[in-house]
């Protein structure tokens, strides 16, 4: 079975400043996609950032990018001159043959002004 | 346009009520799904409908009652609901099941259901 695994439950960073969430997981299948959601207080899941197993490149989305590296199946997500507005859970998910997603328990992203 | 509506926002409902919740997309997406999520949780599955019909039940009690009429659109109606029912309900939408990029699920804005 497939496991996702955020093994930090809170990070902080200055406004500005960079910060790199963690996101490691467990498959065999060699086709599927990764994801980075973000949920502010307002609720909404919001899709980040998503990664095709199959492509080396790294996915970037202007401030988000992430650091793909298939053999080691970790998939972290960097975010770049971090904003107020960055502030949420962060949750790493992955989808291959069957569909579903697969969630981690979640990163609290807190910025400090 | 990546747009999923939920109504409503908030709902407020006794043990012995009857309510449902509703969702809706006109991204022409062919698979949506019902979700419920507890506070600092990530997202747990309830049921998927793909092309209306459903093809995922997880095991959730039968309080909870998914339909999908048609499309674009998805309820969940409740009945006889429990406290520990009270969380939030997230609606996503996806092209397909199919596999690969078309199962990138897009989500509404959700609604807090609180059971007394």
């Known amino acids: 079975a497939q496991t996702v695994t955020q093994s930090q439950p809170e990070m902080s960073v200055q406004e500005a400043e960079t910060v790199t969430l963690s996101c490691t997981y467990d498959?065999?299948?060699?086709?599927?996609?990764l994801f980075w959601y973000k949920q502010p207080p307002s609720r909404q899941m919001i899709l980040v950032i998503r990664q095709e197993a199959y492509k080396q490149q790294n996915a970037t989305e202007n401030r988000f990018s992430v650091n793909f590296q298939k053999a080691a199946k970790s998939f972290s997500l960097k975010i770049s001159d971090s904003q107020l507005g960055d502030a949420a859970m962060y949750f790493c998910a992955y989808i291959g043959s069957n569909y579903q997603l697969i969630w981690g328990a979640g990163t609290k992203l807190i910025i400090k002004p | 346009d990546t747009e999923v509506t939920q109504t409503p926002k908030h709902l407020v409902m006794g043990m012995t009520n009857k309510k449902s919740l509703k969702c809706e997309q006109h991204?022409?997406?062919?698979?949506m799904y019902w979700y419920k999520q507890k506070a600092k949780k990530p997202p747990e599955l309830m049921f998927v409908?793909?092309?209306?019909?459903?093809?995922i039940n997880e095991s959730v009690p039968s309080r909870f009652s998914p339909e999908c009429p048609n499309s674009s659109l998805l309820n969940l109606h409740l009945h006889a609901l429990q406290p520990e029912d009270s969380a939030l309900y997230l609606c996503?939408?996806?092209?397909?099941?199919?596999?690969?990029?078309?199962?990138?699920?897009?989500f509404g804005p959700g609604t807090r259901l609180t059971v007394l």
């Open positions: 498959t065999s299948e060699s086709d599927y996609y």
């Open positions: 991204m022409g997406h062919r698979a």
């Open positions: 996503a939408s996806s092209q397909t099941t199919s596999g690969g990029n078309t199962d990138t699920q897009y």
């Open positions: 409908y793909s092309y209306e019909k459903l093809s």
